[in-house]
């Protein structure tokens, strides 16, 4: 648990921030800053679970070890479209942020919840918590460069 302490990202989040983002993401509270078992969940298993809104979709798939084909084809599912790059400045709860290296290949991905905060997981171990962090925390981790914005399309709203 000491080692753990190194990948948690203290963020100044008050009680009652916290009690309103469980209860328009009630799906997800459970989740929130805290560490899994075992090696295997990304960050791709738990945005894919923060698109679910559903307990009973977001138990199984949050733990796993998501691929980058299969993290894109959930999008699809849940009808999610890229936007233009300049949407990072004006974010809606819910859309979906993805970094991209060499090659288009996927990085990391996290799930806006709105008020500057995100669901985000920074590794596949489990030393790295399922956290709230901020836009900043992430830019400092992930860099500024190749950022994607995903939204729900307004047909499926």
Known sequence: MEITKIYLDEIELSNQKMIELKKIYPHLASYFNTFWNANGANCLASTL??????????NWIITKWV???????GLVNYHYDALDSSSIRSLNPKDVLVWKGE????????????????????????INPWQIVTL??????????????????????
């Open 49 to 58: 679970a923060a698109l679910s809104e559903s307990d009973v979709q977001i």
């Open 67 to 73: 691929t980058q084909d299969s993290f894109f084809h």
């Open 103 to 126: 090659e288009n290949a996927l990085l990391h991905a996290t799930f806006y919840l709105g008020d500057g905060y995100f669901f985000n997981k920074d590794g596949q171990s489990f």
């Open 136 to 157: 900043e925390k992430l830019i400092s981790t992930w860099g500024n460069e190749n950022i994607s914005v995903y939204r729900k399309t307004q047909l499926y709203i």
